[in-house]
């Protein structure tokens, strides 16, 4: 075991801050990463603050961070894929069971046993595991993630949660050439829908509530953009869509992007709204319509997508910050006051 430096919460009321934390020592089939970036998400936020008790109750100290870049400093000596140097990621997941249908899938994001980077029982060494707001990481190599290496990796770091949780979805609802694909809301997930969508061929609209962000949009790879506010430009997309991806968190009508859908087309959700969506059961019946919901990838999965954006030069659009501005950055996240990801320049920490 060797301690690390990390960012933690104490509790659900205060700020993040400077801190040391326990790390294995690599095992034989364990990887170490030296972490050189980690994105911000707004689960990172929800559990410091414990919002999510009812289904994730925050334990404290708490270290968050899944979207995870660095590069590897040791394997353990059944390791076979990396070696020192490498430039790996790590994603929402450091373990599974491995065992059950949804891990021999390669689904391992549905296992029930599945341990989260941060929060999850540390069997290792008892507690919690703690995640990428910290200097280095020990995973088994079947977590760690080979990163290509045209990519920039402060970009790159949110691909490892934003960009699977949009990837995924499209992969499974076969979105390509020659579909027409709407992308609900511009953030972290939606700005990332868009990239994917359009690389995948597919005709892309985007709905925001803002028509500021209409040149942002196109400026992505939207070939349309509708205000969503605009009931006449909604009601010209009427039952065309093969495949819409809402990604936004906020309460809001889904009954007018279900309506939009063509018969047997699907609206997935990969946002998160508090309160219970209210759907019309006609909106589904009437055209064979279909909601879903979706949660980041599989492994397997996971690096198809890093590899996917590697070829098509594909990374998140970040704000690099000094571990130092994380409070702040958390305060702006609430505000949708970031273009479109926070990103955490780890190299910061070591001044601490």
């Keep these: 075991m060797y301690n690390a430096k990390a960012y933690s919460a104490a509790s659900a009321t205060s700020p993040l801050?400077?801190?040391t934390i326990p790390r294995r020592d690599p095992a034989e089939r364990d990887v170490q990463l030296d972490i050189i970036f980690c994105g911000i998400c707004h689960s990172d936020l929800h559990y410091v603050r414990d919002e999510w008790n009812s289904v994730m109750p925050a334990v404290y100290p708490c270290v968050?961070?899944?979207?995870?870049?660095?590069?590897?400093?040791?394997?353990?000596?059944?390791?076979?894929?990396?070696?020192?140097?490498d430039l790996a990621g790590v994603g929402c997941m450091v373990d599974s069971d491995h065992s059950c249908p949804a891990c021999q899938s390669g689904l391992e994001q549905y296992c029930s046993n599945m341990i989260l980077t941060y929060g999850s029982p540390d069997k290792h060494l008892g507690g919690v595991t703690y995640g990428g707001y910290s200097?280095?990481?020990?995973?088994?190599?079947?977590?760690?993630?080979?990163?290509?290496?045209?990519?920039?990796?402060?970009?790159?770091?949110p691909l490892l949660c934003a960009g699977i949780t949009t990837y995924s979805p499209m992969r499974h609802w076969n979105v390509a050439k020659g579909k027409k694909v709407g992308i609900v809301g511009i953030g972290g997930l939606g700005?990332?829908?868009i990239k994917f969508a359009h690389a995948f061929g597919a005709h892309v609209v985007v709905f925001t509530t803002s028509p500021g962000k209409k040149e942002d949009a196109l400026r992505l790879g939207a070939d349309e953009v509708v205000i969503s506010r605009n009931a006449d430009e909604m009601?010209?997309?009427?039952?065309?869509?093969?495949?819409?991806?809402?990604?936004?968190?906020?309460?809001?009508?889904?009954?007018?992007?279900?309506?939009?859908?063509?018969?047997d087309g699907n609206i997935t959700l990969v946002g998160a709204p508090e309160k219970p969506l209210d759907v019309s059961a006609f909106s589904l019946i009437f055209g064979r319509r279909s909601l879903s919901g979706s949660a980041i990838g599989g492994i397997a999965e996971t690096q198809e997508m890093l590899d996917f954006c590697g070829e098509?030069?594909?990374?998140?659009?970040?704000?690099?910050?000094?571990?130092?501005?994380?409070?702040?950055?958390?305060?702006?996240?609430?505000?949708?006051?970031?273009?479109?990801?926070?990103?955490?320049d780890m190299a910061s920490l070591k001044s601490e």
Aim: proline share 4%.
């Design 17 to 19: 801050a400077s801190s």
């Design 135 to 157: 200097e280095g990481i020990v995973v088994d190599e079947r977590f760690v993630l080979r990163v290509p290496s045209n990519l920039d990796p402060a970009g790159a770091a």
């Design 235 to 263: 009601n010209k997309h009427a039952g065309s869509f093969d495949f819409i991806l809402d990604t936004v968190s906020a309460n809001h009508n889904i009954n007018e992007y279900i309506n939009l859908l063509s018969r």
């Design 191 to 193: 700005h990332m829908g």
């Design 64 to 85: 968050p961070g899944h979207e995870i870049i660095g590069r590897v400093t040791k394997v353990g000596s059944a390791v076979t894929k990396f070696k020192p140097g």
């Design 312 to 344: 098509h030069k594909i990374t998140s659009d970040v704000e690099v910050i000094a571990i130092q501005q994380v409070n702040e950055a958390y305060e702006r996240l609430l505000k949708s006051d970031v273009k479109y990801r926070f990103c955490i």
